[in-house]
T-cell receptor
Framework: KQEVTQIPAALSVPEGENLVLNCSFTDSAIYNLQWFRQDPGKGLTSLLL?????REQTSGRLNASLDKSSGRSTLYIAASQPGDSATYLCAATNTGGFKTIFGAGTRLFVKA | ETGVTQSPTHLIKTRGQQVTLRCSSQSGHNTVSWYQQALGQGPQFIFQ???????GRGNFPPRFSGLQFPNYSSELNVNALELDDSALYLCASSPTGTGVEKLFFGSGTQLSVL
């Protein structure tokens, strides 16, 4: 049974800081791993998707890495801005794409 | 904008009642999945439909059921509502559901059961 854990649960940083969010998963037989952003009371926006054969993906100030053998993924946010304040969730999709399991998220607050 | 719309945005029901939540996927997206998100937690997978057939289900009882229609709309039905069913319900669509594409989420329906 796949379990996804995110550390830390919450993070407060000053504007401009580079930061790393961590995600671990118990079953390495994943099809892909996605990182999402969620604003309060809203739906999820997909930020990055890493296929199981890939090791990282980049979009603007965001970089996500995947290490299947250790069951870990990290989301790196460069030069954080107050607009980055949100909850970041990682999610692992099992082989076949039938089920996506989410972590509980990291609540990020970037102080101006 | 993800192109996925959900209705209603908020709903209040009484324990024991039945509720139907609706989702309209992006045109061309043959897969829709539904999630339940309790406050402060990540979304929990309820089930997935591909071309009107359920092809995956999470750990939810049979009183949670769904339908998918040819016009890219879908429904989540919950019977015999319980207090613990209070949550944000999210639908997500993707073209094939095979895991090679991103999931596109709607903004959700906030259900309160009193």
């Amino acid at each position: 049974k796949q379990e996804v854990t995110q550390i830390p649960a919450a993070l407060s940083v000053p504007e401009g800081e580079n930061l790393v969010l961590n995600c671990s998963f118990t079953d390495s037989a994943i099809y892909n791993l996605q990182w999402f952003r969620q604003d309060p009371g809203k739906g999820l926006t997909s930020l990055l998707l890493i296929q199981s054969s890939q090791r990282e993906q980049t979009s603007g100030r965001l970089n996500a890495s995947l290490d299947k053998s250790s069951g870990r993924s990290t989301l790196y946010i460069a030069a954080s801005q107050p607009g980055d304040s949100a909850t970041y969730l990682c999610a692992a999709t099992n082989t076949g794409g039938f089920k996506t399991i989410f972590g509980a998220g990291t609540r990020l607050f970037v102080k101006a | 904008e993800t192109g996925v719309t959900q209705s209603p945005t908020h709903l209040i029901k009484t324990r024991g009642q039945q509720v139907t939540l609706r989702c309209s996927s992006q045109s061309g997206h043959n897969t829709v999945s539904w999630y339940q998100q309790a406050l402060g937690q990540g979304p929990q997978f309820i089930f997935q439909y591909y071309r009107e057939e359920e092809n995956g289900r999470g750990n939810f009882p049979p009183r949670f059921s769904g339908l998918q229609f040819p016009n890219y709309s879908s429904e989540l039905n919950v019977n015999a509502l319980e207090l613990d069913d209070s949550a944000l319900y999210l639908c997500a669509s993707s073209p094939t559901g095979t895991g090679v594409e991103k999931l596109f989420f709607g903004s959700g329906t906030q259900l309160s059961v009193l």
